[in-house]
């Protein structure tokens, strides 16, 4: 089970907006910034959104983040059926032995 | 152009031992921290270990701590992970990342990833 919880799928139709929610605690996205990942499928994971809200230059600016308290959200508008991907959540996590960082469970984007 | 080239895994018997290899090459890797994540067969992402720029800070999983280390060797742009007392459920891809920023979790370069299979 994943410190940071996120909804196992998502669907949209092409050109549809979706949001993938990250919810955490106040030891990981209450006080750390939140940062997410796409993967495709036999492929390394790629950032797309790190500080919260700020994308890697060559991403898209249909990707955006959002951060409200303890948890965070991924949207994509004019989805494309490239967007077709499973999407990571991560942050760092604070604990008394020291920092950890936390993935989500992942959410697969399936784009109808 | 940045590139991490991960190696060293293979089949290894529960109990095993394994290092495992990350070279670094069109950036200054002294410069940046390093971390190794793992995905298991099908499953999500679980970070494994971090190490800070110079190599004198280093963080692990709970799952993995006291049986693997991570280390570097900046002279060689080459990051390690010893792995020891191998368990079924280390079986995974292992990737390096590099941290593009510090204080986030922003890997903006990842190897190809290297298979450990913990097997008897």
């Known amino acids: 089970q994943s410190v940071l919880t996120q909804p196992p799928s998502a669907s949209g139709t092409p050109g549809q907006r979706v949001a993938i929610s990250c919810s955490g605690s106040?030891?990981?996205?209450?006080?750390?910034?939140v940062n997410w990942y796409q993967q495709v499928p036999g492929m390394a994971p790629k950032l797309l959104i790190y500080?919260?809200?700020q994308r890697p230059s060559g991403v898209p600016d249909r990707f955006s983040g959002s951060k409200s308290g303890t948890s965070a959200s991924l949207a994509i508008s004019g989805l494309q059926s490239e967007d077709e991907a499973n999407y990571f959540c991560?942050?760092?996590?604070?604990?008394?032995?020291?920092?950890?960082?936390?993935f989500g469970g992942g959410t697969k984007l399936t784009v109808l | 152009e940045v590139q991490l080239v991960d190696s060293g895994g293979g089949l290894v018997q529960p109990g095993g031992s394994l290092r495992l290899s990350c070279v670094g090459s069109?950036?200054?890797?002294?410069?940046?921290?390093m971390n190794w994540v793992r995905q298991a067969p099908g499953k999500g992402l679980e970070w494994v270990s971090y190490?800070?720029?110079?190599?004198?800070?280093?963080y692990h999983a709970d799952s993995v701590r006291g049986r693997f280390a991570i280390s570097r060797d900046n002279a060689k742009n080459t990051l390690y992970l010893q792995m020891n007392s191998l368990r079924a459920e280390d079986t995974a891809v292992y990737y390096c990342?590099?941290?593009?920023?510090?204080?986030?979790?922003?890997?903006?370069?990842w190897g190809q990833g290297t298979l450990v299979t913990v097997s008897s």
């Open positions: 990342a590099r941290d593009r920023y510090s204080g986030f979790v922003a890997y903006d370069s």
């Open positions: 069109g950036f200054s890797f002294n410069n940046y921290e």
């Open positions: 190490i800070s720029s110079s190599g004198g800070t280093m």
């Open positions: 106040s030891s990981n996205i209450g006080s750390n910034p």
């Open positions: 500080g919260n809200n």
């Open positions: 991560a942050a760092w996590h604070d604990t008394l032995h020291g920092p950890r960082v936390v």
